[in-house]
């Protein structure tokens, strides 16, 4: 008996490739039987550019789980409610969901669809449009900057956290060998004087942790703490072992850093409700004041929340997308996880300000004295709150761990970026990722050295205020500008169409083209026009610091001019046929040599 495999040519049959199976038997009278069977072979990854196969998401949870924990971050628990609270409310939702509608979903779903499409990180993905990729190596040098301080961040509250294993926290009086003369608790603070006064809480972050009282500004750093470094070092292996074997690896650590917070915040608020006061500060997060929203300061602030929260421009949402498979359903993805990100901010200000809420019933101080965003809510005002509960220590061990998992998967998700973008631009980097991954996070550990020393937070905020500020959203311009302009809504939404079968509707066609990229343009402007420049309390940086800033901010922005130049200049012909290549698919680049430029045509930018 012989057996011959003949495959059958592939046909537009949505079944896919077959091949069929010719079995030959042959009696001993010499007749000969012929058995035919269809073998269905295991499906591959369908490509548009028949590249090599992709490493894909073990399950599609795991890639759910790493946008929600990438999206999901610290700025949702310490930005968002105080935002609210500022800015009328309740009456704050309206201005907030409007940009969600108009500008943050659009630009979260054309992401997701952009890498998944394409299936490479966030500079690879241009050869959609050459001449664009500066965009690419613009958010990827803004995610790397971005790691250089947010790890940081997770050190401290890992500090905090192995602090928290005592019978009585650290930060509860003011006998320790770190306080200074002008410590007292809230019952002393309440004076006329007591801007001259620190809690025990605060000279706890400030002295202990930062030990700041040791320098006298950015130009007096002093060396790097060993406790910080140490508590560095710990995340830096955390999130090397997270990533150095790709999403197989990442998308397992997702399982308890994403979902892990939501426990954590379900916990807080069951025990916050039931403190004395509680219901007040709920009150006043929820209160409604519509004449708040004649203020423009309230929109802008309410659009600047939705670019950042979202994670949009980090190259994140491309790098996780492109390790999708290509018939995955983006648009349903994009829709959920944009909606658990805003819904999770405005869940954890119940959180937030039923603790609030108890410490200003317990000092008996008005909500505005305790109400405060950024560092000082999670590494003062919250640990403060927890002191005074019956086993804080517990407490303040579950607050603790809730702020690491918040902080690791959102650090795991600006790296991958990184590795994702450079080793899909550089192909020798593919068989060396582990190696690749070591360097990266060695290099970021390295630069955040200088956020641990006795200076260190006046580094932190200089790199905060400038590593991903006005750049991230002139990258995102860029960004929409070249999917929506060059390459063309309409091209766009054929590839979308061709992923998960049916063409984005004429609402998100409009955004892309028009409204998101008016926006953005709007936010861009804005945020030069109201630059201030940073501070830290009363400290004030010196010129050369915000000269230091204001280079890191071009560094990255400048990524996109000088590569336009760079590409126009490396490719032959006259000055039109450069620039007909330059804003040309890499796949369409034969048409051009027939004079078929699409950008070329009226039709091209009029459709939608």
């Known amino acids: 008996m012989s057996s011959v495999v003949a495959p059958e040519k592939p046909t537009s ?17 010499g007749v000969q039987f012929t058995s035919t069977t269809i073998v269905t072979p295991t499906p591959t990854q369908t490509k548009p550019s028949g590249e090599d196969e992709r490493e894909t998401w073990g399950k599609k949870i795991d890639f759910l789980l790493s946008v929600i924990g990438f999206a999901v971050d610290l700025a949702n628990v310490w930005r968002f409610p105080y935002l609210c609270y500022k800015n009328g409310g309740g009456a704050f939702l309206v201005p907030y969901l409007f940009f969600m509608v108009i500008a943050g979903m659009p630009l979260f779903y054309m992401e997701l669809a952009l890498g998944q499409y394409n299936r490479e990180g966030a500079a690879g993905v241009w050869k959609i449009c050459p001449i664009f990729k500066g965009v690419g190596f613009t958010v990827i040098l803004i995610s790397l900057y971005v790691g250089f301080y947010y790890n940081v961040i997770i050190s401290w509250a890992l500090f905090y956290l192995f602090s928290s294993f005592t019978s009585e926290l650290p930060w509860v009086h003011c006998n320790n060998t770190w306080n200074s003369p002008n410590c007292s608790d809230w019952a002393d603070n309440s004076s006329v004087s007591d801007i001259y006064k620190a809690t025990p809480a605060q000279e706890y972050f400030e002295r202990r942790v930062l030990h700041i009282q040791d320098s006298n500004g950015i130009d007096n750093l002093g060396r790097p703490r060993w406790q910080l470094t140490s508590c560095l070092a710990v995340v830096i292996v955390l999130l090397y072992f997270s990533l150095w074997k790709g999403v197989k690896t990442s998308g397992k650590v ?124 999670v590494f003062v005002i919250y640990p403060e709150a927890i002191a005074t509960l ?27 970026s990184v590795i994702t973008g450079l080793i899909d631009e550089f192909k020798c980097l593919h068989k060396h990722r582990e190696l690749f991954t070591l360097f990266i996070v060695s290099a970021t550990f390295l630069i955040s050295l200088f956020c641990v020393t006795n200076g260190g937070m006046y580094v932190f905020t200089l790199l905060d205020h400038f590593a991903a500020g006005t750049s991230i959203l002139f990258g995102v311009l860029i960004e929409a500008i070249g999917i929506a302009w ?64 204001w280079c890191l901010a071009i560094s990255s922005m400048s990524m996109v001019p000088l590569y336009a130049i760079y590409k126009l200049c490396i490719l032959p012909g006259k000055f039109c046929d450069r620039l007909a290549y330059a804003i040309t698919p890499e796949t369409e680049h034969h048409l051009v040599d027939n004079g078929e430029v699409r950008q070329f045509t009226l039709h091209h930018w009029l459709v939608v």
């Open 390 to 416: 019956p086993g804080s220590s517990v407490w303040a061990v579950i607050f603790f761990i809730m702020l690491l998992t918040l902080g690791i998967d959102s650090a795991m998700g600006g790296m991958e």
């Open 13 to 29: 049959n949505t079944m896919g490739p077959k091949e069929v199976e010719l079995i030959l038997v042959k009696e001993q009278n």
């Open 486 to 549: 060059f390459y063309g809504v309409d091209r766009f939404s054929d590839d979308i169409e061709e992923m998960i079968g049916q063409r984005p509707g004429m609402y998100w066609r409009l955004c892309w083209k028009f409204v998101s990229p008016c926006f953005l343009l709007f936010m861009v402007v804005v945020s030069f026009a109201t630059f201030n420049p940073p501070n830290y309390g009363t400290y004030t940086f010196p010129p050369w610091a915000n000269m230091v800033g």
């Open 254 to 377: 997702v399982w308890i850093t994403a979902t892990m917070p939501y426990v954590v915040l379900t916990v807080l608020l069951v025990r916050g409700v039931t403190l004395p006061g509680a219901i007040d500060g709920i009150k006043a997060y929820l209160s409604v004041d519509f004449l708040r929203l004649c203020d423009a300061k309230v929109w802008i602030e309410a659009a600047t929340q939705i670019c950042f929260s979202l994670g949009v421009g980090f190259g994140v949402l491309i790098a996780f997308s492109s390790y999708n498979k290509f018939s995955n359903n983006c648009y349903r993805d994009a829709i959920i996880t944009s909606s658990i990100n805003s819904l999770t901010s405005f869940f954890s200000g119940f959180v937030v300000f039923s603790f609030l809420g108890y410490m200003s019933h317990k000092h008996n101080v008005d909500l505005d004295k305790v109400a405060r965003d950024g560092a000082g809510l």
